[in-house]
């Protein structure tokens, strides 16, 4: 068997009215319209339902008053259960939208996630679907403290059975987690905290944005940057400082980790020859070493430099203002890292 199935999600909708939001707003919006769409889809989580404030980031308010509790169930404080109860859903025909607070508290519920979610279609003979969809907060920039901050994409992309997508902007994050919910596999959709109140133009109704599927941020001829969720926007700012000194970027935004965009990647640096990956996690163990590992074995005779990595140190997220500033990936640390390439 592959890694991946067949899923219900529709292909990408060309939009015909579109709509400013934040991030917050279109993943509202696409909850909103998963569930009008389909009466399997439910929410749970901690403190999702409006009594609680439509949860911690507001993603989900108004929805239990609008399609009940029945569909809108808040839980108590306990990641084991909540995933634990959202996988016999699915088992059972429903198509259930789960919300862990922060990505830290995944190591809570991890037995269920890779143990059962990932593996069942697998044990089943491809007989049991789990057509659910854990959402999550990740990522620091707000004095989160180091348990409330972590990106930690690396641990679910290691478990076969799972896809992951990573949103870097409000079009994409309603795209993909529509996309998610009418998946019949468990997906993973991790939500890059500080993109919540980047606003952008937004699809106005059923908008779809096929998992697997890269996209090219900005096109360039001297170097592939290669990066997903709030590392997109950093790394086109640093592409625009580059062209002012004569460098020209590309910038690919991976938005499914699992399945990852092969072609698309290897289809860029094929030209550049150049890459340089760029992601918010520590570098140790990241997400871009296997994307280095990637462009090596296919283009290692290609290239005109090696694959540079730009990523968090190795340690825990800082509390500090002005040490949780110095630990973060952005612009200036992905741009340096582009003019070291570029000059090789």
Partial sequence: MTETHSAGARPAATPTETRRMTTVQAIL????????RDPSVLLLGEDVDDGAGGGIFHTSVGLS????????????????AIVGAAIGAAIGGLRPVAEIMFMDFFGIALDQIAGHAAKLRYMSGGQTAVPLTIRTAAGAGMQFGAQHSEMLESWVCH???????????????????????A???PVITIEP???????????????????GK?????P????????????????????????????????????????MDEDAILASVGRTRRAV????????????AEIASLINEHLFGQLDAPVMRVAAPNTPIPYAAELEREYLVDAAKIAAGVRTVAKA
């Fill in 183 to 185: 998946d019949d596999d």
């Fill in 65 to 80: 008053s609008k399609y009940g509790e029945a569909r809108v169930r808040a839980t108590p404080i306990s990641e084991q």
């Fill in 159 to 181: 478990i076969p059975g799972l896809k992951v997508v990573v949103a870097a902007n409000p079009a994409d994050a309603k795209g993909l987690l529509m996309s998610a919910i």
């Fill in 193 to 211: 905290t500080l993109n919540y109140w980047v606003s952008a133009e937004v699809p106005v109704g059923d908008y779809f944005v096929p998992i």
């Fill in 29 to 36: 919006d696409a909850l909103d319209l998963s569930m009008a």
């Fill in 220 to 259: 360039g001829s001297d170097v592939t940057v290669v990066t997903y969720g709030r590392m997109t926007g950093f790394a086109l700012q640093a592409a625009g400082e580059l062209a002012a000194e004569g460098t020209d970027a590309e910038v690919i935004d991976l938005r499914s980790l699992v399945p």
């Fill in 214 to 218: 890269a996209a090219v941020a900005r």
């Fill in 277 to 288: 990956v760029v992601h918010e996690a520590v570098r140790r163990g990241g997400l871009g």
